[in-house]
């Protein structure tokens, strides 16, 4: 079993900045890609940017230029650095991650984080 825990959100003006983290314990054999998504009221969850574990990495449109994705996998961790942030940025921020366990190296398991509220004020 793998556990997600986010940690970094919080309440910030527009225009500021926010860097989340996300660390994975548990009975880790190997991460793979890494995600972050959002969710706002009234909204669906939505992929903001992923990172493989060669580090490419995936944004969606509206964050591009502001947002940055990176890891750190001797740490089993990953980051969401957020610049720029605007009130249209401000919802619940999960961690997701891909896991190959030990028993079966064909096996992928996905994971979630509890998800950490960012609040961008105007």
């Known amino acids: 079993q793998v556990q997600l825990v986010e940690s970094g959100g919080g309440l910030v003006q527009a225009g500021g900045s926010l860097r989340l983290s996300c660390a994975a314990s548990?009975?880790?054999?190997?991460?793979?890609?890494m995600g972050w998504y959002r969710q706002a009221p009234g909204k669906q969850r939505e992929l903001v940017a992923s990172?493989?574990?060669?580090?490419?990495?995936n944004y969606v449109d509206s964050v591009k230029g502001r947002f940055t994705i990176s890891r750190d996998n001797a740490k089993n961790t990953v980051y969401l650095q957020m610049n720029s942030l605007q009130p249209e940025d401000t919802a619940v921020y999960y961690c997701?991650?891909?896991?190959?366990?030990?028993?079966?190296?064909?096996?992928?398991?996905?994971?979630w984080g509890q998800g950490t509220q960012v609040t961008v004020s105007s």
């Open positions: 997701n991650a891909d896991h190959t366990p030990a028993y079966s190296s064909t096996s992928t398991l996905n994971y």
């Open positions: 548990g009975r880790i054999f190997r991460i793979n890609a």
């Open positions: 990172i493989t574990r060669d580090g490419i990495t």
